[in-house]
């Protein structure tokens, strides 16, 4: 579920930031719910609270997309990060009997932005150092805000994520002792590609402070992931809403 939850994040976040002038400090709370798959290639959904957060005071920030962090560069149309960003994972029961939980985690990430042409590119890359896969995780995502009139704010936009063996072989696979005790045949994950998705976020302005965000996407697993037991449908759908409130003046 980790991907799932960070491309709702970062579309949640981007219609923050979009709307309110990202560049410039400012702080934005809320609170909203999201809507997934109990983990990446799932049958079984559930819908779980999320903070709206977007917080920039200097060089500091907090969101959903890249956690916590300082910008090392940030201009009108490029900007270096790092952070410390969630990493998540599932529990027991979420998946087949005498398969081991994943507990979730957190990670190191570097993180850079251009803005040209109307459009936002980012690549980013976390290195898990507590709980989750403890392995590396690369995004690569593009999105074009529209501005449809001076309260409503539609973003599209698609990405990509490629995982290192470590990730994936501890996110997807099964080992001897788990094939044991649940019956389903042992998987090894292996690097590369593991999913593709599409999603776009409206961001209307009810007034001069607060917003109401809605996001709906698609998340298609690809690679060798597929071929792992845990994986049920490789294509799901993704949903949030939230509601924030912009601090200060």
């Not at 976040?13 to 709370?29: C, E, N």
């Not at 009139?149 to 001897?176: C, E, Q």
Request: a positive charge.
């Amino acid at each position: 579920m980790k991907s799932l939850i960070i491309a709702a994040g970062a579309a949640v976040a981007l219609s923050f930031g979009t709307a309110q002038a990202q560049t410039a400090d400012h702080t934005i709370v809320g609170i909203g719910a999201v809507y997934a798959p109990v983990y990446q290639g799932a049958d079984d959904y559930r819908t779980l609270p999320m903070p709206a957060i977007d917080i920039v005071s200097g060089p500091f920030f907090a969101n959903l997309r890249n956690g916590i962090g300082v910008n090392v560069i940030d201009t009108d149309t490029f900007t270096i990060g790092g952070s410390v960003a969630l990493m998540t994972g599932y529990r027991r029961k979420d998946v087949p009997e005498g398969v081991d939980k994943l507990n979730f985690g957190a990670g190191g990430r570097m993180f850079t932005s251009i803005k040209a042409g109307g459009m936002i590119a980012t690549l980013g890359g976390t290195q898990g150092f507590a709980g989750s896969t403890k392995g590396f995780i690369a995004d690569a995502s593009i999105a074009y805000p529209l501005p449809i009139s001076s309260r409503l704010m539609l973003i599209p936009s698609v990405g990509t994520t490629w995982a290192n063996r470590k990730h994936n072989d501890r996110y997807f696979g099964i080992d001897a002792d788990e094939a044991l005790a649940s019956g389903l045949p042992r998987f090894r994950g292996r690097a590369g590609f593991k999913d593709i998705s599409a999603t776009i976020a409206a961001n209307y302005r009810l007034n001069s402070r607060v917003n109401l965000t809605v996001s709906g996407g698609v998340t298609t697993l690809v690679g060798d992931v597929v071929d792992s037991p845990l994986v049920e449908h490789k294509t799901r759908p993704v949903g949030t809403v939230s509601l924030s409130y912009r601090l200060g003046s």
